[in-house]
């Protein structure tokens, strides 16, 4: 297996451990030498359900941190969504990282199925890969590559208490309030 380092771009990081961004971005000289042509993952997308996919800290078969959620290629890359389980303690040791911007970067674990050198450019161009898992790292091989968003279930759940808590307000001032006509 080979891998694929690439940089998150954290949109939004939630308390439940959801985030979102890109697994591997088209077009892309990373540090390797290799550009990953749009297409790529359609075959392996196709044949293995999202949930085949595994999510792994810094590529170590042994420290599965989450699930994905989804895996899909846009004009720009590979999107995807995923949850970091946040009873497993390696998860919210992944989910401070994120959060505190420690972590930038997403990697590709995959088998190449096709690909071929160009010669003057000095460039392996990836058009075909078996996607095994994506791996939340430290450091990226390709820069763009990143998350995007880290959503906050705490957040949801603090908004939540608060309307409620002005609803209630709301609803003690309208039943001791004098309605004038």
């Known amino acids: 297996m080979q891998t694929k380092t690439h940089k998150l771009c954290i949109k939004?990081?939630?308390?439940?451990?959801?985030?979102?961004?890109?697994?591997?971005?088209?077009?892309f000289l990373d540090h390797h030498g290799d550009s990953v042509k749009k297409g790529a993952f359609a075959n392996s997308l196709t044949s293995r359900p999202v949930q085949g996919l595994k999510m792994l800290w810094q590529?170590?078969?042994?420290?599965?941190?989450?699930?994905?959620?989804?895996?899909?290629?846009?004009?720009?890359?590979l999107y995807v969504k995923g949850r970091l389980l946040m009873e497993v303690p390696q998860a919210q040791e992944a989910?401070?990282?994120?959060?505190?911007?420690?972590?930038?970067?997403?990697?590709?674990?995959?088998?190449?199925?096709?690909?071929?050198?160009?010669?003057?450019?000095k460039v392996k161009f990836l058009t075909e890969v078996d996607l095994l898992e994506i791996?939340?790292?430290?450091?990226?091989?390709?820069?763009?590559a990143k998350v995007v968003s880290v959503k906050s279930l705490i957040n949801i759940k603090k908004r939540l208490q608060n309307l409620q808590d002005t609803l209630e307000h709301l609803a003690?001032?309208?039943?001791?309030?004098?309605?004038?006509?």
Request: no cysteine; charged share 20%.
């Open 59 to 77: 590529h170590n078969q042994n420290k599965p941190i989450g699930v994905w959620e989804e895996a899909r290629e846009d004009a720009y890359g």
């Open 12 to 27: 939004n990081l939630s308390e439940d451990g959801t985030f979102e961004g890109y697994a591997s971005v088209f077009n």
């Open 135 to 144: 791996s939340l790292v430290t450091f990226a091989a390709n820069e763009k």
């Open 95 to 121: 989910y401070a990282f994120l959060k505190a911007g420690v972590i930038e970067g997403l990697s590709i674990g995959y088998n190449p199925i096709n690909s071929y050198f160009d010669d003057s450019k």
């Open 172 to 181: 003690r001032t309208v039943a001791t309030s004098t309605i004038l006509y």
